[in-house]
């Protein structure tokens, strides 16, 4: 059971990067997965989430208006498009599937139970 989840790396203010995250050995497309991400000294903070289906969203406010987080069932990915970046966008970022089938996305890490390893996104100019 893994995700996998790249796409990070250092971007200069206002630059966009695209984060992706590939789940293998574990049922996809029927769970609500999310973003999160984390600083060196905090908990880990709720970026945003997707529906099972992909028709409803949810964004922290920090993001909202600058990312975007999509999926593709078929390919076992989820996305996160990050534009406008400033920062405070700095830190790991994981991406995550939720434990029940066919619920909600929550902004509750404890509601997640498989994680990606992370991938750091540096802002900075």
């Known amino acids: 059971v893994q995700l996998q989840a790249s796409g990070g790396g250092l971007v200069q203010p206002g630059g966009s990067l695209r984060l992706s995250c590939v789940a293998s050995g574990v049922t996809f497309s029927r769970y609500a997965l999310g973003w999160f991400r984390q600083v060196a000294g905090e908990e880990r903070s709720f970026v945003a989430g997707i529906s099972w289906n992909g028709e409803t969203f949810d964004y922290s406010d920090s993001v909202k208006g600058r990312f975007t987080i999509s999926r593709d069932n078929a390919k076992n990915t989820v996305y996160l498009q990050m534009t406008r970046l400033n920062t405070d966008d700095t830190a790991v970022y994981y991406c995550?599937?939720?434990?029940?089938?066919?619920?909600?996305?929550?902004?509750?890490?404890?509601?997640?139970?498989?994680w990606g390893r992370g991938t750091l996104v540096t802002v900075s100019s």
């Open positions: 995550a599937r939720h434990s029940i089938m066919i619920r909600p996305y929550s902004r509750d890490p404890r509601e997640y139970n498989y």
